[in-house]
Every structure is written in C-alpha cells, then in structure tokens.
C-alpha cells in the first residue's frame, strides 16, 4: 500500500462546509469505530504523554478536527472488551459467554447474549465487520452483520497468532487463506465498503473496522521498519520497581530484568499469544520503538478512511469513532501487559470526529466505556436502544466537551468469566478470582480520581489523584486527610454497580 498522509488542509475544507450543506442530509448519519488492539494512547502524538519522536498525522489531525478525549477503558483484555463493545453492558452482565477449548476458543448463545448490532440491520442499517474476531466461534454473519470479512481466532486458534502474517478469513461466510500485511488488506477492505463495495448504498451503515495492530509480536510493516531506530526512549521510573502503595501482586507481573551489562531486557509477561520479546530477551528501548512502528499503518489506513469520506461526500454525515481495546504498559510498574487497572494498562486512546456535528479542535477531560460508545452510536442513531445497555450517552460532551459530566465511568475486570459465573466464582471459590496473575476488581473514574476494588480477598484498595499523579505511584486509599474523597468514591462505585446489577459480591 502506498503511503497515503491525509493533509491538515483536508479536514480544514471539511470543516468549512457551509452549515445549510450540511442540512441536506436527512437520513440517519454512518458510523465508522476503529478499533486498534492493544494500543497505549502514548503512541499517538496528539496525546501530550507520547513520545517526542512518535509521529502519527493522520491521528493528530482527527484530533484536532475532532474531540480528544483523556481516553476510554474499554475492557481488561480483548475478550471482554469486544463482549462489552458489541452488547453494551460490563462483563458482569453479559450471560453465557464463555472461553472453551483450545485458546481463544470461546462461545455464547445469541439468544441470550444478542448484539446490537443486529438491531441497528432491524433499524434500516447496514452493517459490516471487518478484521479481528475475538469473542465466540459464531461471528454472527447474516444475523449481525450484512457484511464481513472476519479474521475469526477463536474458530481458529492454530491461526491464532497470525497478526502480521497470512491469516484464515471468512468473507461472507466463506472461508479462505489470505496473504498481505493484515493491517493493510483491513484498510484496503473498509475503503472499498466506504465506496460503496458490498453495500447497500440507500442506507446509512455501520463499520466495525478492527485491526490487530499493536498486539504482539508487534512486526511493523516492511516499509516502516526502522523508522524509530535512532529514538531515545527513557525508562519509567518503577521500570524494575519498588512500587510502593501498588498492588503486592507487581512483584509477580514483572516483565523486565538487568542483563550483565546493566540493561533492561524483557522477561515474561505471561502472555499465551504474541509475545516474542520475552522469548528473545529484546532490549527494553528496542521493544518500545517495535511497538510504536506499528502505528503508522493504521495511520495512513485512518488518512485513506477520512480522504474516502470526504471525496465521496459522506465526511459530514459520518461520526467516526478512534480507539482500541485497551491500552498496554510500555514498562510501567514493571509491566508489559493489559489487564491490570492502571492507565498504563488499561486506557486506551478515544478521538471523536464529525465536522459540524462533534465539536472541533477540543479536549475532553472527561473518560469513557465501551457501553457509553454504545449508548451514544443509538443516541446518533436516532432509535430506541434495548433497555438493559449498560452506557451513558456520550453526546453532550461531544457537543460541549466541557459540559458539566456527573457520571462515574466504571470499568473492571473478571478474568474470562461474565455474567452469573462472576458471582459464582466469587461465592465459591474468592481466592480463585485472579486471572494473569492480576487479581479481580471493580474501578471507577470520577473527577480526575480513581477507585479500586480488589475482588480476591485481602488485596486492599487503591485510590489515585490523576490530576497530580498521573503515574499512578501514590495510593491514597490510607490517608486520613482524603477519607472523605475516599467515601464519595467509594458510594460512587457501589451506585454504578448497582444500576448495572452487579452481583452483591463485587459491591464495596
């Protein structure tokens, strides 16, 4: 593929659409959600905690047409990301999903477990999917999506591990070898949907574009190998640790070690997938400039998405959505993993874009779930959602991205159980609910504080002012002078729980 950088020019002309243009669109508007896999938002320039040297155009300039959120937490893992992105409500609420066979053999029934997006095809949508798959055999062509290019893993995990290289596709229901970097075929792919390719053209559609850039093992495209060889990358502070007020399981994640010259090289992290840095021993600079060289085909993949959008007349009736399925620690509290309920871990990037609609050049303060995108793509929509949707609305803050937000924003983790499992685990077996060596817990952000709950028994809570530590190095939960912060938080916790119908067991 060639490579492609979108112009800031580009958006800038869309932003000036003439506002009676952009009237004339009667109908429903599209909806575009980019999902990345495993991406830190410090591999996109235009959040502030990037590295210098990171560049991604395309992204920046989404942000600076569009809402830059301070990020989402979509979910713990893949699996629990995408269970929640496509039924609008946290794990816990999600029934019979389950992780069965070899991994990342998994299964549901749709009777119980529907996704929306099925509604959205009932509504006068078109629908389509187009890249990784990761929550069921069953990836609902047909009943859920009009169209589908799936990348199906758990259907089959003896090509689990294909990111980067010829994968088993099933296109519309029939399965094929596909050759070619992923990343840039699911480009290639979306653009042709959004020209009209597989679709009906009468209706507004909805594409759920997912690459499996940045997961492990992390192989950049042959022509953007390199590009950050020469970049210095300085080492986090609890790289190796103490991690003092942290979780006591960190001592048991850590992902890196000194090799005889004093270095810093990777170890395990205890991934079953992708993971070749601890296999090869990669220097801990290395891996981090490995991981950041796979941004950029999804980059110019979002610059050929936009460019499309705008030349076939559909910028201004598109809401386009960027994130992923979580975030990644680049050696922050020692770690090389998702999972656990840091930033560094758990938030990924959330950029939103819509000229005339989505305020322009803003940033948001405020954090997001996979429910509330949900929530808000019914909300654009312009039809009733089903009843049991775990979200919020987003759209006032895309409106106003300083408008007043007195929502918590929850998020947790319960390894590969969902729905009545959680609570079974947690009554039978509470010692059992860890999974990768990271202890189960319910969190909230509210106001620029965070609150963890720990679910195994004995792991004490944590409390973080993100405003002023960020790092998240400091845990405030035993300071008599924040008792009061910790209580609101705490009741905050336990009131979101509570209208999501979580099991007593996780209530604080």
């Known amino acids: 593929m060639r490579i492609l950088l979108l112009a800031a020019s580009g958006f800038a002309s869309a932003l000036a659409m003439p506002q009676a243009a952009r009237a004339e669109h009667k109908k429903p508007p ?7 896999d495993d991406q830190s938002y410090k591999t996109i320039g235009a959040y502030p905690e990037s590295w210098p040297w990171v560049k991604t ?20 893992w893949c699996m629990p990301s995408r269970a929640s992105m496509l039924t609008g409500r946290q794990p816990h609420g999600i029934e019979s999903m389950r992780m ?19 509604l959205f095809r009932k509504n006068g949508y078109h629908t389509a999917q187009i890249g990784k798959w990761h929550t069921g055999t069953d990836a609902g062509f047909g009943r859920d999506w009009d169209h589908q290019i799936v990348w199906n893993r758990p259907k089959h995990p003896d090509n689990a591990g294909a990111y980067y290289e010829k994968q088993t596709l099933a296109i519309d229901g029939v399965e094929k070898q596909v050759e070619g970097y992923p990343a840039d075929n699911y480009t290639k792919w979306a653009v042709d949907y959004v020209k009209g390719a597989n679709r009906d053209k009468t209706k507004p559609w909805f594409l759920w574009l997912c690459y499996g850039s940045v997961h492990g093992p992390s192989k950049p495209a042959a022509r953007h190998l390199g590009k950050y060889k020469d970049a210095k990358v300085p080492e986090p502070a609890d790289l190796l640790g103490p991690w003092p007020g942290n979780g006591d399981y960190l001592k048991n994640t850590l992902a890196w070690h000194k090799d005889k010259n004093g270095g810093i090289r990777a170890g395990s992290n205890g991934e079953k997938v992708g993971d070749g840095a601890g296999e090869k021993g990669t220097t801990y600079a290395d891996w981090v400039r490995q991981v950041n060289e796979c941004v ?4 110019e993949g979002v610059g050929e998405l936009i460019k ?7 910028l201004e009736n598109t809401l386009v959505i960027y994130t992923a399925d979580q975030g990644f620690a680049m050696g922050e509290h020692g770690m090389r993993m998702k999972i656990a309920p840091y930033d560094a871990n758990y938030r990924s990037p959330l950029i939103a874009f819509m000229p005339g609609t989505v305020a322009a050049g803003k940033k948001c303060k405020q954090v997001a779930n996979a429910p509330d995108l949900v929530s808000t793509f019914f909300s654009f929509a312009g039809f009733k959602p089903p009843a049991d949707l775990h979200g919020h609305d987003l759209t006032p803050l895309l409106k106003n991205p300083a408008a007043e937000w007195p929502h918590a924003c929850l998020y947790e983790h319960t390894g590969h159980d969902f729905g009545d499992d959680v609570a079974k685990v947690l009554k039978d077996d509470p010692k059992g609910a860890i999974y990768q060596k990271v202890p189960w817990y319910t969190a ?3 106001d620029g504080w965070k609150y963890v709950r720990y679910l195994q028994p004995g792991v004490p809570d944590e409390v973080y002012d993100l405003t002023t530590d960020p790092d998240e190095m400091k845990n405030l939960a035993g300071k008599a002078k924040h008792a009061a912060r910790v209580g609101e938080l705490r009741n905050a ?12 067991a996780m209530l604080p």
């Open 30 to 36: 599209n909806i575009l959600l980019i999902y990345s």
């Open 57 to 76: 155009p395309n992204l920046d300039a989404l942000a600076t047409a569009g809402v830059r959120f301070q990020g989402a937490y979509l979910g713990a």
């Open 100 to 118: 069965e066979g070899k991994y990342p053999g998994s299964t549901y029934d749709p009777k119980q477990c529907p996704f929306w997006p099925a």
């Open 296 to 299: 950029p085909a999804i980059d």
């Open 308 to 314: 499309t959008l705008k030349e076939t007349g559909q």
């Open 444 to 446: 909230i952000v509210l």
């Open 493 to 504: 916790l336990a009131a979101e729980l509570k209208r999501t119908k979580a099991p007593d």
